[in-house]
């Protein structure tokens, strides 16, 4: 079965959020805004996207 993935771009902003939420994005791979990154679609980083959901645009 092919691993598959989820492409996730941060479309907001990190200034002004809590110190978690930026490690979260910064654990999925995101560095600046418009930054798109493919992740493994995980339980762990489905977890991780949700966390941070309303900064982020997520396509399958």
């Not at 079965?1 to 995101?30: C, D, F, Q, W, Y």
């Not at 941070?52 to 396509?59: G, H, P, S, T």
Request: glycine share 6%; with cysteine; charged share 35%.
């Amino acid at each position: 079965m092919p691993e598959k993935n989820i492409k996730v771009t941060l479309v907001k902003s990190v200034i002004g959020v809590r110190e978690s939420h930026r490690a979260t994005v910064r654990g999925l791979g995101l560095r600046r805004l418009n930054h798109a990154v493919e992740v493994r679609d995980t339980p762990e980083v489905r977890g991780m996207i949700r966390k941070v959901a309303y900064l982020l645009k997520c396509e399958e």
